[in-house]
């Protein structure tokens, strides 16, 4: 899934990556040295310099710079020329969103690690640059792409005091700052109407609000047709809708598998007959194999194939042959009453990989081993693991024609087997 707010603090991500890596243990040692072994016999070509993490990384310091600098105009120009061109990266974060999160990081940052730290008084966390932000925003009322950067400092601010447990879970005086920190960044956003500014971005932000609503199944549903509405092409926000509909937070599986049908007949023109139901499952399966439940498989297949001809790039053809070799054969499914279902995505992998796959994403296959609710490891230890698991996959798929001496070329009509050459 994709969530809806930026990373965490590099020291969670660390922790994280560490726990990760210590359970894959001697596995992922052996799991190395297969994969070298077979991937010695793979000629396709592997992107091992992540534009994806290049983009987000310049576009973020692009906004800290700006921020840093006080050119609070250039900056939300640059937002709201973003916004309206609807410039995203390869897997869909809006480019207007990583430069608000930049302009912002350093007020939200010493904020989520005073309360993300036991150690430290949560009574600690700096306030200052928070209301230095809000006289930016006060000189430029006018301007969506400074209120932008307000509203979700607060939401960021809001989510760091609620924390990630069960409402009942939280003490008193956090959830009161949450509500507090929410209420503000809704009063900020009621001032520009996302269609009138044709803004994708008010609306993600307008999205980012129904954790503190009454009635979040009605809002969520209503403000992600809103966004996606003014974004149609990006599935990240379909993605997320699906992911908001579980249980877990705002919906039920019956909920979400009629607002994947109705998104599907709704984005047909965009995503085809059934694309659009495709991302509306993606990330919600990946998190709750109790979500097959409900899914038709022949139709979420379907509209795989919609996929990959309406938009046949390679980062759709390895997100979803990642996701079908790698997150549906994850243990949660092994022991799914649905475990039929999930070997029948599973198997997807066969035809996505022979005809669409030209050349490997370590990254997408590295997140395809982790549920998009937790979060990643670093991105360099997230591209070592993807590497691993694309050439255990692949060569696995094409073991037998390894063992016969064959080398699997990558052509632009598809894999190819070449026999030893005698």
């Known amino acids: 899934m994709i969530s809806l707010r930026p990373p965490s603090s590099d020291r969670l991500k660390a922790l994280f990556a560490s726990s990760v890596f210590a359970r894959l243990g001697r596995n992922s040692a052996s799991a190395h040295q297969e994969a070298d072994k077979l991937g010695a016999s793979l000629d396709i070509p592997v992107c091992e310099d992540s534009t994806e993490d290049k983009t987000r990384r310049d576009m973020i ?17 640059l937002i709201r020329a973003h916004d309206g061109a609807r410039t995203a990266t390869a897997s869909g ?9 930049g302009a912002r990081a350093d007020v939200v940052q010493p904020v989520e690690a005073a309360l993300s730290d036991p150690g430290l008084m949560a009574a600690h966390a700096p306030k200052g640059g928070l209301a230095a932000l809000e006289e930016v925003l006060e000189e430029f009322p006018d301007d969506y792409g400074i209120a932008l950067i ?16 069960w409402s009942e879970e939280i003490p008193s005086r956090n959830w009161r700052e949450f509500q507090a920190h929410f ?12 269609f009138e500014h044709n803004s994708p971005a008010i609306a993600a932000a307008r999205c980012s609000l129904v954790a503190a609503t009454s009635a979040p199944k009605d809002r969520v549903r209503d403000d992600y047709e809103d966004l996606i509405d003014l974004d149609p092409e990006n599935p990240r926000h379909l993605r997320a809708l699906g992911y908001f509909l579980l249980p877990r937070w705002f919906g039920d599986y019956a909920t979400l598998e009629a607002e994947a049908q109705r998104s599907a007949e709704r984005l047909a023109d965009v995503w085809g007959k059934s694309g659009a139901y495709v991302w509306v499952y993606l990330d919600a399966i990946s998190v709750d194999p109790e979500t097959l439940s409900v899914l038709d498989v022949e139709r979420f297949l379907g509209g795989m194939k919609d996929i990959l001809t309406r938009v046949p790039d390679q980062h759709n053809a390895n997100a979803l042959a990642a996701w079908c070799a790698v997150t549906m054969t994850a243990a949660r499914f092994h022991t799914s009453p649905h475990k039929a279902k999930a070997q029948s995505l599973a198997r997807a992998f066969e035809w996505v990989l022979q005809g669409h796959l030209r050349e490997i994403h370590p990254l997408l296959w590295g997140m395809a081993a982790h549920a998009p609710d937790r979060s990643p490891p670093t991105l360099p230890d997230l591209a070592r ?10 060569g696995r798929h ?25």
């Open 61 to 77: 310091e692009a906004g800290q710079f700006y921020a840093r600098q006080d050119r609070w105009e250039e900056l939300a120009g």
């Open 93 to 101: 974060m809006p480019v207007a969103r990583l430069l608000s999160y």
């Open 150 to 165: 307000v509203a979700e400092a607060h939401i960021d601010i809001g989510w760091a005091w609620r924390g990630q447990g």
């Open 183 to 194: 209420a503000r960044a809704s009063e900020i956003l009621d001032q520009f109407d996302p």
């Open 385 to 394: 693991e993807g590497r691993t698991q694309a050439l255990l996959r692949i």
């Open 398 to 422: 094409f073991e037998r024609d390894i063992r016969r001496g064959g080398r699997v070329i990558s052509r632009v009509e598809g894999l190819w087997v070449e026999p030893q050459q005698l």
